[in-house]
């Protein structure tokens, strides 16, 4: 990975662009603080006596309070892009990278500009605004005595500056001026500009989804071009000052968790599918300079503060961030870190975060009576206490403990019904790993995977019940996550090793299998067994299909057959919902592609994320957001096709059918769960 190496070979890339930038007459300057950072523009601006600046979007600008900074020392600063124009009239911080003021209609900025600029003028479009705002900036442009960019890229070995826009501004903002000052983060050092192709397309592709922005700047400052803003001297030459900001960025770099934070490119492509940054935005979900998932590492590295990036507790860990993330940075593990030192910092979890993280041991004391437990826990002062001890929202249904578990109903379900089939005629040797959640609260799941297997000749046996670091993970207790993950690695392991394949039915289990394991463990051969032999069920059939070891013709369609009869009148039309998670680890779309072989209509869920997310959504402080999420779960699912009281709901994640179940009357069915009503 370019980056990966570049932040690898970082002091020797300054070292090299240093000497090339002030080989051809340009200034540099490293700026260990922020405060070094803004004394060194402001002193270029006093040495030029200058009352005016330009600038571009550059959000290390915002970091280390440029603006703020130049204006009291007398100096002018004007945003000239158009979204940092309208913020900076507004006086408001940015809430997102790539789209500054989304956070502001176009009625709202039709109201800003009349009032701030006691304009008549019609400001009813996005046309009329941007004209109005291109004729104010336009003088600013012309008489302008500094401009100061970003830089989405440098290149150490040429000494060439990268900057992509929309707009055009920073063309102006970098040739009109004599003097042009470029900050940036000294992350954004790459060895050779020959690598910049890559990057200019994944900018705009992951950003908004465009092939190219409108310009694409590829400078080599000092420039060689007229000077046009003389405002009446005749005396000055062109000037580059490159400011390589610091700021904590190498004690990110000595962080073997920040470290990867350094990789970012700045597309936003985290934000634009994080389901809480879209219901809350960038305010909320944000320092004052940097937002999202990816925002709490930076905002802790370059403050040095770790209560500064409390906001990533809105981090549910769905990992929708990571496929769409083009340098792949794992961004849920990074803000589980974070969680891990808030935590320590305050002198260890809350009871709130050993409620959910000791769910095992909780589950295991309420299975042995599980019906006073349920009882208790449906009574209303019992929610009461709940909540006021452990923050638990009382309006959220405490999940109900079975009267027997996983474990037990398989026991008695193999002493009634034993294993028919010869061990030579067993398609496959497989185990059914059986989860906590699982095991004590939804077992009907977990014996509706055991009778399909058997109908397809794999008896499954049944794994001992461990905590999988899920729950523990979830909560920033990653010491524990890691005791837990290598305990059970060992035992999956041993099992898989013996030629088991291992069936895994809830979603977030497979994934910590498949992906969270990868750094849990620390053991890159032991995980790559585990990540190549689990399988969601729905999934492990597709595979025997693909791979014409099972015959849909001679099990299943007689059966779907019958059921999809307008005498028995059950909907052939289903809406699906898949698991945040799948999608990351690759089998989102298992359960769509089987009930499709099958002759189901298959809807499938366009709103990826249904706002459960395990514990996040039973948290009194999040169960607001988590039901405004799901709520364009529900509504789509009303509007979809032919929906009515009796229209059959698939969704993998146990979270996902609670949200869901919580709002609607529909059956709703474990993909699994519902092939065996078929088979039955």
């Not at 063309?171 to 940036?184: E, F, K, N, Y």
């Not at 959220?396 to 009634?416: C, D, G, H, M, S």
């Not at 299943?556 to 990351?584: E, N, S, V």
């Given at each position: 990975?370019?980056?990966?190496?570049?932040?690898?070979d970082?002091?020797?890339?300054?070292?090299?662009?240093?000497?090339?930038?002030?080989?051809r007459?340009?200034?540099?300057?490293?700026?260990?603080?922020?405060?070094?950072?803004?004394?060194?523009?402001?002193?270029?601006?006093?040495?030029?006596?200058?009352?005016?600046?330009?600038?571009?979007?550059?959000?290390?600008?915002?970091?280390?309070?440029?603006?703020?900074?130049?204006?009291?020392?007398?100096?002018?600063?004007?945003?000239?892009?158009?979204?940092e124009?309208?913020?900076?009239?507004?006086?408001?911080?940015?809430?997102?990278?790539?789209?500054?003021?989304i956070?502001?209609?176009?009625?709202?900025?039709?109201?800003?500009?009349?009032?701030?600029?006691?304009?008549?003028?019609?400001?009813?479009?996005?046309?009329?605004?941007?004209?109005?705002?291109?004729?104010?900036?336009?003088?600013?442009?012309l008489?302008?005595?500094?401009?100061?960019?970003?830089?989405?890229?440098?290149?150490?070995?040429?000494?060439?500056?990268?900057?992509?826009?929309?707009?055009g501004?920073i063309?102006?903002?970098?040739?009109?001026?004599?003097?042009?000052?470029?900050?940036?983060g000294?992350?954004?050092?790459?060895?050779?500009?020959?690598?910049?192709?890559?990057?200019?397309?994944?900018?705009?592709?992951?950003?908004?989804?465009?092939?190219?922005?409108?310009?694409?700047?590829?400078?080599?400052?000092?420039?060689?071009?007229?000077?046009?803003?003389?405002?009446?001297?005749?005396?000055?030459?062109?000037?580059?000052?490159?400011?390589?900001?610091?700021?904590?960025?190498?004690?990110?770099?000595?962080?073997?968790?920040?470290?990867?934070?350094?990789?970012?490119?700045?597309?936003?492509?985290?934000?634009?599918?994080?389901?809480?940054?879209?219901?809350?935005?960038?305010?909320?979900?944000?320092?004052?300079?940097?937002?999202?998932?990816?925002?709490?590492?930076?905002?802790?590295?370059?403050?040095?503060?770790?209560?500064?990036?409390?906001?990533?507790?809105?981090?549910?860990?769905?990992?929708?961030?990571?496929?769409?993330?083009?340098?792949?940075?794992?961004?849920?593990?990074?803000?589980?870190?974070?969680?891990?030192?808030?935590?320590?910092?305050?002198?260890?979890?809350s009871?709130?975060?050993?409620?959910?993280?000791?769910?095992?041991?909780?589950?295991?004391?309420?299975?042995?009576?599980?019906?006073l437990?349920?009882?208790?826990?449906s009574?209303?002062?019992?929610?009461?206490?709940?909540?006021?001890?452990?923050?638990?929202?009382?309006?959220r249904?405490?999940?109900?403990?079975?009267?027997?578990?996983?474990?037990?109903?398989?026991?008695?379900?193999r002493?009634?019904?034993?294993?028919?089939?010869?061990?030579?005629?067993?398609?496959?040797?497989?185990?059914?790993?059986?989860?906590?959640?699982?095991?004590?609260?939804?077992?009907?799941?977990?014996m509706?995977?055991?009778?399909?297997?058997?109908?397809?000749?794999i008896?499954?046996?049944?794994?001992?019940?461990?905590?999988?670091?899920?729950?523990?993970?979830?909560?920033?207790?990653?010491?524990?996550?890691?005791?837990?993950?290598?305990?059970?690695?060992?035992?999956?392991?041993?099992?898989?090793?013996?030629?088991?394949?291992?069936?895994?039915?809830?979603?977030?289990?497979?994934?910590?299998?498949?992906?969270?394991?990868?750094?849990?463990?620390?053991?890159?051969?032991?995980?790559?067994?585990?990540?190549?032999?689990?399988?969601?069920?729905?999934?492990?059939?597709?595979?025997l299909?693909?791979?014409?070891?099972?015959?849909?013709?001679?099990?299943?369609l007689?059966?779907?057959?019958?059921?999809?009869?307008?005498?028995?009148?059950?909907?052939?039309h289903?809406?699906?919902?898949?698991?945040?998670?799948?999608k990351?680890?690759?089998?989102?779309?298992?359960?769509?592609?089987?009930?499709?072989?099958?002759?189901?209509?298959?809807?499938?869920?366009?709103?990826?994320?249904?706002?459960?997310?395990?514990?996040?959504?039973?948290?009194?402080?999040?169960?607001?957001?988590?039901?405004?999420?799901?709520?364009?779960?529900?509504?789509?699912?009303?509007?979809?096709?032919?929906?009515?009281?009796?229209?059959?709901?698939?969704?993998?994640?146990?979270?996902?059918?609670?949200?869901?179940?919580?709002?609607?009357?529909?059956?709703?069915?474990?993909?699994?769960?519902?092939?065996?009503?078929?088979?039955?």
């Amino acid at each position: 990975m370019i980056k990966e190496q570049a932040i690898h070979d970082l002091p020797a890339l300054i070292e090299n662009l240093t000497e090339v930038i002030r080989g051809r007459g340009g200034k540099v300057f490293l700026a260990k603080t922020k405060t070094d950072a803004v004394n060194y523009v402001a002193e270029v601006c006093k040495a030029h006596n200058a009352k005016l600046a330009v600038k571009a979007k550059s959000i290390t600008s915002e970091e280390i309070g440029l603006n703020h900074a130049l204006k009291s020392s007398g100096v002018e600063v004007a945003e000239t892009d158009l979204a940092e124009f309208i913020l900076q009239v507004s006086k408001e911080q940015p809430s997102h990278i790539v789209a500054p003021a989304i956070h502001r209609s176009r009625e709202r900025i039709s109201n800003l500009f009349k009032e701030r600029f006691q304009t008549d003028k019609l400001l009813d479009t996005g046309e009329q605004l941007t004209e109005f705002a291109r004729d104010v900036l336009r003088e600013k442009f012309l008489s302008a005595d500094v401009g100061i960019s970003g830089a989405n890229l440098i290149a150490a070995e040429e000494g060439t500056i990268l900057l992509v826009e929309s707009e055009g501004n920073i063309r102006l903002v970098t040739q009109l001026p004599a003097i042009h000052v470029a900050i940036s983060g000294i992350e954004k050092i790459i060895p050779s500009k020959k690598d910049f192709g890559i990057f200019i397309e994944l900018l705009a592709a992951s950003g908004t989804g465009q092939s190219l922005t409108s310009y694409t700047n590829i400078l080599e400052p000092p420039l060689d071009l007229p000077i046009l803003n003389l405002n009446g001297r005749n005396d000055i030459e062109r000037e580059f000052h490159l400011v390589l900001v610091d700021n904590g960025r190498m004690q990110m770099r000595a962080d073997k968790v920040l470290r990867e934070a350094l990789y970012c490119i700045r597309c936003s492509a985290c934000m634009n599918v994080c389901a809480n940054f879209q219901a809350v935005g960038g305010h909320a979900f944000g320092g004052e300079c940097y937002t999202g998932g990816i925002g709490g590492a930076w905002t802790i590295g370059t403050t040095g503060k770790t209560e500064e990036g409390r906001f990533a507790e809105l981090c549910t860990g769905c990992s929708r961030c990571v496929p769409n993330c083009p340098v792949r940075i794992d961004i849920p593990r990074m803000n589980a870190v974070i969680k891990s030192r808030l935590m320590k910092a305050e002198g260890g979890p809350s009871i709130q975060k050993r409620l959910f993280a000791d769910f095992s041991r909780l589950s295991r004391l309420a299975s042995v009576v599980p019906e006073l437990s349920n009882w208790i826990n449906s009574l209303p002062i019992g929610k009461m206490l709940l909540e006021k001890a452990a923050g638990v929202d009382r309006r959220r249904a405490i999940p109900r403990f079975a009267k027997k578990t996983l474990v037990k109903q398989f026991q008695e379900y193999r002493n009634a019904s034993p294993v028919a089939v010869g061990k030579n005629d067993i398609l496959q040797r497989a185990v059914l790993f059986a989860d906590v959640y699982t095991n004590y609260n939804s077992p009907h799941v977990g014996m509706a995977t055991i009778k399909v297997f058997d109908r397809f000749g794999i008896p499954l046996a049944l794994s001992e019940v461990f905590p999988e670091g899920r729950a523990s993970q979830s909560q920033g207790l990653l010491e524990r996550a890691e005791r837990e993950a290598q305990t059970l690695a060992i035992y999956l392991e041993e099992l898989i090793d013996e030629g088991n394949e291992i069936i895994v039915v809830e979603p977030s289990v497979l994934s910590l299998f498949r992906y969270d394991y990868g750094k849990l463990i620390k053991n890159d051969k032991q995980f790559e067994k585990l990540a190549t032999h689990t399988y969601d069920p729905i999934e492990f059939l597709n595979k025997l299909m693909d791979g014409d070891r099972v015959d849909l013709s001679e099990s299943i369609l007689p059966a779907a057959g019958r059921l999809l009869r307008p005498l028995d009148r059950p909907p052939a039309h289903l809406f699906y919902h898949a698991h945040c998670q799948m999608k990351t680890i690759g089998a989102g779309n298992a359960a769509t592609d089987f009930f499709r072989r099958l002759g189901f209509e298959v809807e499938v869920s366009s709103v990826e994320c249904c706002g459960m997310a395990g514990s996040f959504g039973y948290k009194k402080e999040y169960y607001d957001l988590s039901k405004n999420i799901g709520n364009d779960l529900i509504i789509q699912i009303k509007a979809s096709e032919s929906f009515n009281d009796e229209k059959v709901i698939l969704a993998s994640g146990t979270s996902c059918r609670e949200q869901i179940s919580a709002e609607l009357s529909n059956p709703i069915y474990h993909p699994i769960e519902y092939l065996e009503r078929i088979l039955s």
